[in-house]
């Protein structure tokens, strides 16, 4: 391949992979992340969307160190020794163009984290609004209420499987206090009144509360490391 048509497939490559989005889709985020893994009530799905906040924004600074330390690498090895030799000065030039492709990496892998940490940002806001204050013993609630909600859900997608709640879905129930146990025990065996429920069942997260765009979060990161 002749250089201008090598030049010509990189310049094509790089400008398809301005349409590379790296980790999870809003879709993803919303539905499969909030709403299946946090499951059908408000505040688990709350308390996921918080465990992926955290580790998105551990990452996000993670990821901005990161790029800090590679700048300064990358310009240690712009500044030639006095008595550099040509072998010496060509092995700097291959390890500075190492440190400007692990930049390009990292500020490529900073920006979507961003992005992802924007989404569960607004996203956490919103579901903040349906569980209010959390008192503890607000939390011993609703962390009943949502527990219990998951054995529904659990209990009907076993139904729909094998036409009834399996054992081990009974053996989770049987964990609930008293009162809890005996009215989930009681929808339980009304498999058709627990179809009608899943199926009208709708575990889509509110929609987010004022999403950042990347750079805003990147400004961010910038003013808690200065």
Request: charged share 25%; glycine share 6%.
């Amino acid at each position: 391949m002749q250089a201008g048509a090598a030049m010509g497939t990189v310049a094509t490559i790089q400008e398809l992979l301005q349409d590379h989005q790296r980790y999870h889709s809003n879709m993803q985020i919303d539905r499969a992340i909030v709403g299946h893994g946090g499951g059908p009530h408000p505040y688990g799905q709350y308390r996921q969307c918080l465990r992926e906040l955290h580790s998105r924004f551990v990452n996000a600074r993670r990821l901005h160190l990161e790029q800090a330390c590679l700048d300064a690498e990358i310009e240690d090895l712009q500044e030639a020794p006095e008595s550099e030799g040509s072998k010496a000065k060509l092995q700097r030039a291959r390890k500075r163009a190492l440190k400007l492709l692990e930049l390009e990496e990292t500020q490529s892998r900073l920006k979507d984290s961003c992005r992802e940490l924007g989404r569960f940002l607004g996203l956490s806001l919103a579901l903040k609004e349906q569980v209010g204050e959390l008192t503890p013993r607000r939390r011993d609630e609703l962390d009943l209420e949502a527990w219990r909600e998951t054995l529904k859900l659990r209990a009907a997608l076993d139904s729909l499987a094998g036409g009834r709640p399996s054992r081990s879905t009974f053996e989770a129930i049987m964990l609930l206090p008293p009162a809890e146990k005996r009215g989930l025990l009681a929808e339980c065996v009304n498999v058709p009144g627990l179809l009608t429920w899943v199926e009208l069942l709708d575990m889509t997260p509110p929609e987010p509360i004022s999403i950042p765009e990347p750079q805003s979060m990147m400004d961010l990161l910038q003013c808690l490391s200065s």
